[in-house]
């Protein structure tokens, strides 16, 4: 189906496409690591200490949206005309509880979800928000449900075809519930880079790039060594 922007976007939401976001809240935290968050964590924000935080606590009915981005200004453009053939490529992090949840490539087993600012990635280019509907379950039990992902996405299992920031947003809007179906145009490169043709080229790219990545901190530690 084609894109269509919720009709009761959250606030901002209509930012114009192309330009950079806020700062992010925080880099993340290891997985499974609830004594090593990182100062601000929103899986940590919340205290049932008082008898109304825990009414809060218990509340169902949250909305949840997924913010789509470009991945940069260039491909802003090639999307609007790759839409018309559902291969656009595309950027997406899912907004609950006043927090977009994303995930990202990283060399260690840390987690690789993180989370910033709604529609305030300091890299990609907002476009537009989609909205997902409300997510039946309770605050408490969507933050089990974000917990449990950081520790089932570390950062080390990125796929840029089979593992990575949309296939993350299509299992945790399915996990949260939502009765929306998850926008296939926001995954069309991604369907197609599966088909039986497209996933060999991808894989070996996949892992030129990793060997590259890995071989630059030794090749710029012997520079240094050099020196």
Not at 47 to 76: A, P
Not at 116 to 138: A, D, I, K, W
Request: hydrophobic share 35%; with cysteine; net charge negative.
């Amino acid at each position: 189906s084609s894109p269509r922007a919720c009709s009761h976007a959250p606030e901002g939401a209509e930012g114009e496409g192309g330009r950079r976001g806020g700062m992010s809240r925080s880099a993340g935290r290891p997985r499974g690591g609830s004594d090593a968050a990182a100062v601000g964590d929103p899986l940590l924000s919340h205290s049932s200490g008082s008898y109304g935080e825990g009414i809060d606590s218990l509340q169902r009915r949250h909305k949840v949206w997924l913010n789509v981005y470009d991945i940069s200004e260039s491909t802003s453009r090639l999307n609007t005309m790759l839409l018309k053939v559902n291969l656009g490529a595309f950027h997406c992090g899912v907004e609950v509880l006043g927090d977009e949840w994303f995930f990202a490539w990283g060399e260690t087993d840390y987690t690789g979800v993180l989370w910033n600012e709604p529609r305030g990635h300091q890299v990609h280019f907002f476009r537009q928000t989609v909205c997902m509907g409300e997510s039946p379950l309770s605050e408490s039990e969507i933050r089990q449900v974000l917990e449990r992902v950081m520790d089932d996405w570390p950062a080390n299992s990125y796929h840029p075809i089979h593992k990575n920031c949309v296939t993350f947003a299509e299992e945790l809007t399915r996990e949260l519930g939502v009765p929306t179906p998850f926008p296939r145009w926001v995954a069309g490169a991604i369907d197609a880079g599966k088909c039986c043709l497209c996933s060999p080229i991808a894989n070996f790219a996949w892992r030129v790039i990793q060997w590259q990545r890995r071989r630059r901190p030794d090749e710029q530690q012997h520079y240094l060594d050099a020196r």
